[in-house]
Nanobody
Framework: QVQLVESGGGSVQAGGSLRLSCAAS??????????MSWYRQGPGKEREFVSEIDYDGSGRYADSVKGRFTISQDNARRTVYLQMNSLKPEDTAMYYC???????????????WGQGTQVTVSS
């Protein structure tokens, strides 16, 4: 099982910034790597893609956050960050980290979700 620890959510006013982080690990193993992404689910909405990052550090973004959010990862690709600037009320949502794929101790993993961290943006 992959353990995902998310942090960094909170409440900010419109125009403010937050930085989310998500650390992935598998108990008892080191030398793991993971391809990870961020999704969000706003009140009364379906979960939607926000951003993902490739092994070479290239990020992809939903149109709604392009130019405002930046995804990054640590060199070992076990922690992913989402820097969120110029936040808008419509960014209010539960943000979920996801392991798209990875390998740890010779075992492949895919499609693990974190429990989410709440982001609330007030106008």
């Amino acid at each position: 099982q992959v353990q995902l620890v998310e942090s960094g959510g909170g409440s900010v006013q419109a125009g403010g910034s937050l930085r989310l982080s998500c650390a992935a690990s598998v108990s008892g193993y080191t030398g793991c790597w993971f391809d990870m992404s961020w999704y969000r689910q706003g009140p009364g909405k379906e979960r939607e893609f926000v951003s993902e990052i490739d092994y070479d550090g290239s990020g992809r973004y939903a149109d709604s956050v392009k130019g405002r959010f930046t995804i990054s990862q640590d060199n070992a690709r076990r922690t992913v960050y989402l820097q969120m600037n110029s936040l808008k009320p419509e960014d209010t949502a539960m943000y979920y980290c996801k392991v798209d794929r990875g390998r740890c101790g010779g075992i492949g993993y895919s499609n693990f979700w974190g429990q989410g961290t709440q982001v609330t943006v007030s106008s």
